[in-house]
Nanobody
């Protein structure tokens, strides 16, 4: 089992920044990659970014150049730095773990609201 706990969401004005954190615990030895998904009201959940165990990263086109994913091995934590936020970035953001054994785990989510 893997437990994922997100933090860092909140209300921010357009153009502002937020940093999300996802702390992983439990059996994370089989990690393949970790990342972030988001789901806005009335829309499907979609991937925002992920980082592999080797450090390669991938981003959704809508966030390229604005968001950056990183990790801290010592803290078993993955971060999502979000800059130049737009109202359309408003969503619940979920941390996601995918293991080499095919196991998947999700966090409970953290809400990001971009509004004046």
């Amino acid at each position: 089992q893997v437990q994922l706990v997100e933090s860092g969401g909140g209300l921010v004005q357009p153009g502002g920044s937020l940093r999300l954190s996802c702390a992983a615990s439990g059996n994370i030895l089989n990690i393949n990659y970790m990342g972030w998904y988001r789901q806005a009201p009335g829309k499907q959940r979609g991937e925002v970014a992920h980082i592999s165990r080797l450090g390669s990263t991938n981003y959704a086109d809508s966030v390229k150049g604005r968001f950056a994913i990183s990790r801290d091995f010592a803290k078993n934590t993955v971060y999502l730095q979000m800059n130049s936020l737009k109202p359309e970035d408003t969503a619940m953001y979920y941390c996601h773990y995918f293991g080499t054994d095919g196991a998947e785990y999700w966090g409970k989510g953290t809400l990001v609201t971009v509004s004046t």
